[in-house]
């Protein structure tokens, strides 16, 4: 079975909401319209209005908040067995632009989370300049270095049950 997680912010309730959903789940928004709200930046596509369990919502991207949200994937609903994210190293993230954060994602989740951190400064990431795309795959590309590429090579293939984190480990 195939699902998605899409996460977005919302500005009335200013809370953090995952809209989660795939084939035979009841999703609380249709995917397209989860799609416009997780992909509403603030300033330059406008946020997206919804009435979700008789609220009224105002959603929009939830990246200035949670950038990769690592915690959303293991936690329930989407219970993730291996997780790998992608550290663009954001400074306007609000709780992930402390390394104290990382390092406590990388210990309470151990070889079940990959984080590969691509150089991306002085390339365009909203609005692209000739050069950015081959920038960023090259970037993408030197990341990925041999103890990562381990870790993954070590992950099963598919037909993963999702593990709960640790004994005793918590989330910042």
Same mark, same amino acid.
Do not use: K, N, Q
């Given at each position: 079975m195939r699902r998605? &997680?899409?996460?977005?912010? /919302?500005l009335l309730a200013r809370e953090e909401l995952l809209h989660y959903g !795939?084939?035979?789940l009841p999703a609380p928004l249709p995917l397209g319209a989860a799609?416009? #709200?997780? &992909? #509403?930046? =603030?300033? @330059? %596509?406008?946020? @997206? !209005?919804?009435?979700?369990?008789?609220?009224r919502r105002l959603l929009v991207d939830a990246g200035w908040m949670t950038a990769v949200p690592?915690?959303?994937? %293991? $936690?329930?609903?989407?219970r993730a067995a291996r997780v790998?994210?992608? /550290? @663009?190293? +954001?400074?306007?993230?609000l709780r992930q632009a402390r390394p104290a954060y990382w390092e406590h994602l990388k210990t309470a989740? &151990?070889?079940r989370l990959v984080v +590969?951190? =691509?150089r991306v400064r002085r390339t365009g990431t909203v609005w692209l300049r000739r050069g950015d795309l081959d920038r960023l795959v090259a970037a !993408?590309?030197?990341?990925?270095?041999? $103890? #990562?590429? $381990?870790? +993954?090579?070590?992950?099963?293939?598919g037909g993963v049950t999702p593990m709960e984190p640790a004994r005793g480990a918590h989330f910042p």
């Open positions: 998605l &997680g899409l996460l977005t912010f /919302d !795939g084939p035979g799609v416009r #709200a997780a &992909g #509403a930046i =603030p300033a @330059l %596509f406008p946020p @997206l !209005g919804a009435s979700m369990g008789g609220r690592v915690e959303r994937a %293991f $936690a329930p609903p989407v790998l994210a992608v /550290d @663009l190293s +954001l400074r306007l993230c989740c &151990g070889e +590969l951190r =691509p !993408g590309e030197e990341c990925l270095d041999d $103890a #990562a590429l $381990a870790v +993954l090579r070590a992950w099963p293939a």
